[in-house]
């Protein structure tokens, strides 16, 4: 079992900046990918950046120029630097995680969210 706790969310004012944290924990043989999710009232959830166990990013168009995701391996761990930030982009953000266990078993992880707010 594989889990997920996040941290740095809050509120922040438009053009402001967030960073968020996630650390993942538990009997980890690889993470492959970690990401980061949103999902704003009455809206699906979205993906909002990844990144592979190599370092290869990948980002919503919404948020390309803006956003960092970066990851420590070592620490089991992925950040999400959010810069420029719009009211659009307020959402609960979700940590995602995917690997394999150390009795070789496929993991899909979630942390439990963190509200991110942008007011105008």
């Known amino acids: 079992q594989v889990q997920l706790v996040e941290s740095g969310g809050g509120l922040v004012q438009a053009g402001g900046s967030l960073r968020l944290s996630c650390a993942a924990s538990g009997s980890i043989l690889r993470i492959n990918v970690m990401g980061w999710y949103r999902q704003a009232p009455g809206k699906q959830r979205e993906l909002v950046a990844g990144i592979t166990d190599g370092g290869s990013p990948n980002y919503a168009d919404s948020v390309k120029g803006r956003f960092t995701i970066s990851r420590d391996n070592a620490k089991n761990t992925v950040y999400l630097q959010m810069n420029s930030l719009k009211p659009e982009d307020t959402a609960v953000y979700y940590c995602?995680?995917?690997?394999?266990?150390?009795?070789?078993?496929?993991?899909?992880?979630w942390g439990q969210g963190t509200q991110d707010t942008v007011s105008s």
């Open positions: 995602n995680a995917l690997g394999f266990t150390r009795n070789f078993a496929n993991f899909a992880s």
